[in-house]
T-cell receptor, first 115, second 112 residues
Framework: KAGVTQTPRYLIKTRGQQVTLSCSPI?????VSWYQQTPGQGLQFLFE???????NKGNFPGRFSGRQFSNSRSEMNVSTLELGDSALYLC??????????????FGPGTRLTVL | GQQLNQSPQSMFIQEGEDVSMNCTSS?????WLWYKQEPGEGPVLLIA?????ELTSNGRLTAQFGITRKDSFLNISASIPSDVGIYFC????????????FGQGTRLTINP
């Protein structure tokens, strides 16, 4: 089985722009979660999608949004980019999104740099 | 919010040595996971622990879920150069919630 794939792998944007990142989960996985990783804050949960619905959300401003398509692929969008949004954005998928039984498998991430 | 305190933050060891790192929390976690991350890659799952007191091995790696559900440790025996990376503990706070909380990571460096 192919693993979680994320595109693009690297992205450079300027302040004020918006960006869309894409994630394709492992085949058959229906839950997709997004995380932000920075040297200062570490790995932080952004949101989780299951069956095209946002099921859990972390403590990020409304500039961060996402969606999931019927084939479980997911996108996240960041509008009005700030310098502090520079980070590695990781996507993780799991079969049903059940914490007691499922395990999340991570993609390689998208490295976003905001200038 | 829930936090996982991971220690040590970094380790510098000789090849062949054993490694031990741990994670503690003031909150109860229902599941503990240990991940390894290498440069330019996402975290890769090493061991998953689902029951308090559970001890699980994966090759040279051994991890235990503390009885109180507030701590976990990871041991690596006879370290080799490919063990280099950042090790993260992570846990789910609530049943059914796929929100992972991560520790700060332990950076492992091995001198050959």
């Amino acid at each position: 089985k192919a693993g979680v794939t994320q595109t693009p792998r690297y992205l450079i944007k300027t302040r004020g722009q918006q960006v869309t990142l894409s994630c394709s989960p492992i085949s058959g996985h229906r839950s997709v979660s997004w995380y932000q990783q920075t040297p200062g804050q570490g790995l932080q949960f952004l949101f989780e999608y299951f069956s095209e619905t946002q099921r859990n959300k972390g403590n990020f401003p409304g500039r961060f949004s996402g969606r999931q398509f019927s084939n479980s692929r997911s996108e996240m969008n960041v509008s009005t980019l700030e310098l502090g949004d520079s980070a590695l954005y990781l996507c993780a998928s799991s079969p049903m999104g059940q914490a007691s039984t499922d395990t999340q498998y991570f993609g390689p991430g998208t490295r976003l740099t905001v200038l | 919010g829930q936090q996982l305190n991971q220690s040590p933050q970094s380790m510098f060891i000789q090849e062949g040595e054993d490694v031990s790192m741990n994670c503690t929390s003031s909150s109860i976690f229902n599941t503990w996971l240990w991940y390894k991350q290498e440069p330019g890659e996402g975290p890769v799952l090493l061991i998953a622990l689902y029951k308090a007191g559970e001890l699980t091995s994966n090759g040279r790696l051994t991890a235990q879920f503390g009885i109180t559900r507030k701590d976990s440790f990871l041991n690596i025996s006879a370290s080799i150069p490919s063990d280099v990376g950042i090790y993260f503990c992570a846990g789910y706070v609530h049943q059914g919630a796929q929100k992972l909380v991560f520790g700060q990571g332990t950076r492992l460096t091995i001198n050959p």
